[in-house]
């Protein structure tokens, strides 16, 4: 099934072809320093760009989306952390990276990968690992999404620091019901829905990076519905349901 509605949250997805910015949080705040030092930029290794978030999961590896690192050579990548200022950071080079073996891009399943850093982190009250989610998440709890870029949309500027919001998941069965009927398929039973409220939510390039719920990653943001921010649901890879094939790829 080839669909035409969907947007990555690192890039554009299925057939879109127009060129849109990349984005991040929309509605949300500036991060104040160490506030989560989990929280890793994926750059473009030659331009210095971010293009993904990610988490620090051990002292080598890092969590993020499928479809932000499909099609990637490792040396092509590096790892930033430390930082809640875009322009600034520790560097990584990445060696390894592991995309799950069942990721579909054109139903956005599976949408997890791993990522290894060549150097192990140096933790310390602005880097630290965070814990991988083990426990089902139903709705009615409440979670934080972090990322970095552009506070509103459409915009060819991101902002430079780290931003934050607070978010709602919803139930599943919620989650499709309030998706138009050709993408219900798309929130699949191993993802997680969240919701804030009009002109607040997820946009372009925050895939990868962390939904927390207390000291744990509970999911990785994967797609939206276009135009950001528009009153849908973000959908998310649930960290749980693949959490052992985290462990199976990584030192954990």
């Not at 989610?133 to 902002?159: F, L, M, N, Y």
């Not at 780290?162 to 499709?176: A, D, G, H, K």
Request: one cysteine or more; proline letters at 5%.
């Amino acid at each position: 099934m080839k669909l035409s509605v969907v947007i990555f949250l690192g890039c554009i997805a299925l057939s879109w072809a127009a060129s849109i910015p990349e984005g991040r949080i929309i509605g949300g705040q500036d991060a104040s320093p160490g506030q989560f030092p989990h929280m890793v930029s994926l750059r473009n290794a030659t331009t210095g760009m971010h293009f993904c978030g990610g988490s620090i999961i051990s002292i080598r590896w890092v969590l993020s989306a499928a479809h932000c690192t499909d099609g990637r050579v490792a040396s092509a990548v590096h790892a930033i952390v430390g930082t809640i200022n875009r322009l600034d950071g520790v560097l990584h080079h990445v060696s390894q990276i592991i995309d799950h073996e069942g990721y579909n891009a054109n139903i956005l399943s599976n949408d997890i990968s791993v990522v290894q850093v060549a150097t192990p982190f140096v933790l310390n009250n602005y880097v630290s690992i965070i814990g991988v989610g083990s426990a089902h998440i139903g709705g009615g709890v409440t979670g934080t999404v972090s990322g970095w870029g552009q506070d509103e949309q459409p915009s060819d500027t991101a902002p430079i620091w780290l931003q934050w919001l607070s978010v709602n998941i919803i139930t599943n069965e919620q989650c499709r019901d309030d998706m138009p009927p050709v993408i219900r398929l798309m929130v699949h039973d191993n993802t997680i829905c969240s919701f804030a409220s009009l002109g607040q939510g997820l946009c372009f390039g925050d895939s990868g990076g962390p939904l927390i719920v207390g000291n744990t990653v509970v999911g990785i943001p994967s797609w939206v519905f276009p135009g950001c921010a528009q009153g849908r649901p973000d959908v998310y890879a649930r960290v749980s349901s693949h959490r052992d094939w985290i462990y199976a790829n990584t030192d954990l």
